[in-house]
């Protein structure tokens, strides 16, 4: 009996975690950090508002139309969650297109190529491949990484307590198994660091 009301109360604490850990939130949170602990990164409060409406709450939108569209509110879960990944590429290009557009600086601009590339991976491997990789990761990964560049050694701590738990939550939930999330993870990683890689020699 104890040990069923032990398990009932981490898979709570794992629902929890898993809620608060959405993209919209990991990425909201990523700008409000950066805006406030870098002056280098968004040069105006518009680009910070921009990158939240176009990275967060475009992406966000298919929750609210899958139950507007009778066909995917059909479809349950899975039509939300096809409906998530058609927005979630809308909102990065459009991120994008208004950074070359406005000519945002560099980390930046890093930032909107990083969103736009791991998307991309994503659609080929999940679409394409049929391989399940881990958007929830992919999503948590990204923030993470940023953060831990660009905010330095607390970043890091901080960030790989914050991915443990998530992995943890995520593994508990049994939404994704560890491969799944490990290439999640490394989609978003990996995406980061070419984006790096590419305006650093351009």
């Known amino acids: 009996m104890k040990t069923e009301k032990k398990n009932n109360f981490a898979l709570r604490i794992a629902k929890i975690v898993r809620v608060g850990s959405v993209p919209p939130v990991m990425v909201t949170i990523l700008i409000i950090l950066l805006n406030f602990c870098r002056d280098d990164i968004f040069e105006t409060w518009i680009q910070a508002v921009v990158s939240i409406f176009t990275l967060a709450i475009i992406p966000v939108l298919a929750y609210p139309l899958s139950w507007i569209i009778p066909k995917i509110r059909e479809k349950g879960r ?19 297109a208004y950074g070359l557009i406005s000519k945002v600086n560099e980390p930046l601009m890093v930032i909107y190529t990083a969103y736009l590339l791991s998307v991309i991976v994503l ?79 351009i």
């Not at 899975?78 to 994008?96: D, H, K, M, S, T």
């Open 78 to 96: 899975e039509g939300q969650r096809n409906l998530a990944f058609a927005l979630n590429p809308v909102g990065y290009i459009i991120a994008f």
């Open 123 to 201: 659609l080929v491997f999940n679409k394409l491949f049929k391989f399940r990789a881990s958007g929830h990761a992919c999503a948590v990964t990204g923030p993470i990484v940023i953060i831990s560049y660009y905010l330095g050694l607390w970043g890091i701590v901080g960030g790989a307590a914050v991915y443990a738990l998530i992995l943890w939550a995520s593994l508990a939930l049994k939404r994704h198994n560890l491969k799944e999330f490990i290439f999640g993870s490394l989609t978003s990683t990996v995406a980061f660091f070419i984006s790096v890689l590419f305006f650093a020699v």
